[in-house]
């Protein structure tokens, strides 16, 4: 943990978006955008013309996609970003082999080294969720202070490797000022690869709830988690603390959404709390434990983001910004959300059981294919 930030809590885009296309249209040396989606909406021209505009004006600027969330980038986009002098590179771009497993899914933009934005929101208009009721619900935060220096040496390795990758001069980047200490937060940038970060993210989940004293509180979009961390979520239950899972109702990828509901028979006989967001497509990865540890990013607690993906979440240890997002979190549940009671789990079909665990084998079956044993290189 590192002393000394100030951390802004953006809820959905309508925070996030003005936010971030004010910061780059500040820039004045460089501007390094990551994200899995680009989506040539509303939101993702604003944001491609705020980045050429910075280009124009002589501001060095970076842009890494993954090759398979945007890997139908617009072409104009492309042309436009392209004469006006943005840099962009694309991790690992669709093709045969194993690479293809491996995505780049943390969004981070950080600009001039002085200020970063890091959480699950994409470019993309909220309201760009076809066959989704509303907007999509999501976090993200604003950042300033010394934590920067670990999230830009972050950005800045994942650029040399690409370029390494796609066989290019890697060109310097104008060297960062010293953060200042603009607040008083505690924070840690936490990343999650497949070389020496295999396991950060779910490590700092698992010893904030091993520790929790009152209440836990998980709103994840995809939740799939290790035998450890629903042993580690059982025993807080068992300890007293008071658990609670939101989770999304209007899924999109429907696999792990029914393989999951094969836990909450467990979950549910343990007094832990199941409650399904229905307002809209949740697309949350946050946390908060005991109302002073609070962690929001992008990775989603289920095999894809804890063996297979590229994740940056942010941690913060700060009473203020906890309550923040629990007051937050409490208020989607009370507009939004409908709980899960065992009895009424009990009372469903026989089909409807056994769809969960036939998504679960298949799951389980997957999960033991493409758990990653070997480095990346």
Same mark, same amino acid.
């Given at each position: 943990?590192?002393?000394?930030?100030?951390?802004?809590?953006?809820?959905?885009?309508?925070?996030?978006?003005?936010?971030?296309?004010?910061? &780059?249209?500040?820039?004045?040396?460089?501007?390094? #955008?990551?994200? *899995?989606?680009?989506?040539?909406?509303?939101?993702?021209?604003?944001?491609? /013309?705020?980045?050429?505009?910075?280009?124009?004006?002589?501001?060095?600027?970076?842009?890494?996609?993954?090759?398979?969330?945007?890997?139908?980038?617009?072409?104009? &986009?492309?042309?436009? %970003?392209?004469?006006?002098?943005?840099?962009?590179?694309?991790?690992?771009?669709?093709?045969?082999?194993?690479?293809?497993?491996?995505?780049?899914?943390?969004?981070?933009?950080?600009?001039?080294?002085?200020?970063?934005?890091?959480?699950?929101?994409?470019?993309?208009?909220?309201?760009?969720?076809?066959? /989704?009721?509303?907007?999509? !619900?999501?976090?993200?935060?604003?950042?300033?202070?010394?934590?920067?220096?670990? &999230?830009?040496?972050? =950005?800045?390795?994942?650029?040399? !490797?690409?370029?390494?990758?796609? #066989?290019? @001069?890697?060109?310097?980047?104008? +060297?960062?000022?010293?953060?200042?200490?603009?607040?008083?937060?505690?924070?840690?940038?936490?990343? +999650?690869?497949?070389?020496?970060?295999?396991?950060?993210?779910?490590?700092?989940?698992?010893?904030? &709830?091993? $520790?929790?004293?009152?209440?836990?509180?998980?709103?994840?979009?995809?939740?799939?988690?290790?035998?450890?961390?629903?042993?580690?979520?059982?025993?807080?239950?068992?300890?007293?603390? +008071?658990?609670?899972? #939101?989770?999304?109702? @209007?899924?999109?990828?429907?696999?792990?959404?029914?393989?999951?509901?094969?836990? *909450?028979?467990?979950?549910?006989?343990?007094?832990?709390?199941?409650?399904? !967001? $229905?307002?809209?497509?949740? @697309?949350?990865?946050?946390?908060?434990?005991?109302?002073?540890?609070?962690?929001?990013?992008?990775?989603?607690?289920?095999?894809?983001?804890?063996?297979?993906?590229?994740?940056?979440?942010?941690?913060?240890?700060?009473?203020?910004?906890?309550?923040?997002?629990?007051?937050?979190?409490?208020?989607?549940?009370?507009?939004?959300?409908?709980?899960?009671? #065992?009895? =009424?789990?009990?009372?469903?079909?026989?089909?409807?059981?056994?769809?969960? %665990?036939?998504? !679960?084998?298949?799951?389980?079956?997957?999960?033991?294919?493409? +758990?990653? @044993?070997?480095?990346?290189?």
């Amino acid at each position: 943990m590192v002393p000394g930030n100030r951390v802004r809590l953006l809820e959905n885009g309508a925070a996030y978006f003005p936010a971030l296309l004010a910061a &780059i249209d500040a820039a004045t040396h460089e501007v390094h #955008l990551e994200s *899995y989606l680009f989506v040539a909406d509303r939101v993702g021209y604003a944001v491609a /013309h705020a980045l050429s505009n910075a280009a124009r004006r002589g501001v060095q600027v970076r842009v890494v996609l993954d090759g398979f969330g945007a890997r139908d980038l617009d072409a104009d &986009i492309r042309h436009h %970003w392209q004469i006006a002098g943005v840099d962009l590179l694309v991790y690992h771009p669709l093709r045969l082999g194993w690479p293809r497993l491996r995505r780049m899914h943390r969004k981070i933009v950080i600009i001039d080294a002085e200020t970063a934005f890091v959480g699950g929101i994409n470019i993309i208009d909220d309201c760009n969720a076809p066959g /989704h009721p509303d907007h999509r !619900y999501d976090y993200a935060v604003q950042i300033a202070g010394p934590v920067l220096a670990d &999230i830009h040496a972050a =950005t800045q390795r994942l650029w040399r !490797y690409l370029c390494w990758r796609h #066989l290019r @001069h890697a060109s310097p980047v104008p +060297r960062p000022t010293t953060p200042t200490a603009p607040g008083t937060q505690r924070a840690q940038c936490v990343l +999650r690869d497949n070389l020496h970060h295999r396991r950060d993210i779910e490590d700092s989940y698992l010893a904030a &709830i091993r $520790h929790a004293r009152h209440e836990i509180v998980i709103a994840n979009a995809y939740f799939l988690p290790r035998l450890t961390m629903r042993r580690a979520l059982i025993e807080a239950a068992r300890r007293g603390v +008071r658990v609670i899972l #939101l989770l999304q109702g @209007h899924p999109d990828f429907w696999i792990i959404h029914y393989a999951s509901r094969a836990y *909450y028979p467990e979950f549910l006989a343990h007094g832990i709390e199941i409650r399904e !967001y $229905h307002a809209s497509f949740m @697309h949350a990865k946050v946390a908060v434990i005991d109302s002073a540890w609070a962690t929001v990013g992008s990775s989603n607690l289920d095999p894809f983001s804890l063996w297979l993906s590229r994740e940056a979440n942010v941690v913060v240890l700060d009473a203020t910004f906890s309550k923040a997002l629990r007051a937050s979190l409490e208020a989607a549940m009370t507009r939004g959300s409908h709980a899960i009671e #065992l009895a =009424t789990w009990q009372r469903l079909g026989r089909v409807s059981r056994l769809w969960s %665990w036939l998504a !679960y084998a298949v799951v389980r079956v997957f999960s033991g294919v493409v +758990r990653p @044993h070997d480095a990346e290189h």
